[in-house]
């Protein structure tokens, strides 16, 4: 039988709500207020790694991402950018302005890790709030 906190633990895990995400954003603001848009995606990569470092928040750059075809692993070329406490998945874009692919881009990542939770950061917005899309599946 589930104790009333392991129940607790499981919803923090699996529901969006749980703050992990809302630190993400923040944080990237912080980093989208410090440089601006207009620069390579690279930049705000590593900008928000150091900022997710100094927060103490566990993260994974450039995790491969491999497609099970037939119960064979294929390495397919697909890496996600972020992958933070292993339930959540970033995906960093410098783009005029976010389309459908990014979005189908995003749930392709959640599909294929299993992972409940993604964000799409587009630092090229001029206010980054109007370029964050979170996806939960």
């Known amino acids: 039988m589930t104790t009333e906190a392991q129940r607790q633990k499981e919803e923090s895990r699996t529901d969006p709500r749980d703050g992990l995400t809302e630190r993400v954003i923040g944080l990237a603001i912080e980093v989208h207020r410090g440089l601006g848009p207009g620069l390579l995606e690279s930049a705000y990569e590593e900008c928000l790694c150091y900022e997710l470092k100094t927060a103490g928040i566990a993260f994974t750059r450039q995790v491969a991402l491999p497609v099970t075809y ?7 070329g697909y890496r996600m950018d972020l992958v933070v406490e292993r339930r959540l998945v970033i995906e960093m874009k410098t783009v005029e302005r976010l389309l459908p692919i ?4 995003l749930l392709t990542y959640l599909k294929l890790s299993g992972m409940p939770t993604g964000l799409v950061l587009n630092f090229h917005a001029a206010v980054l709030r109007d370029g964050i899309k979170r996806l939960v599946i």
């Open 70 to 76: 037939k119960a064979v692993k294929l390495e397919c």
């Open 102 to 105: 990014h979005d189908a881009q």
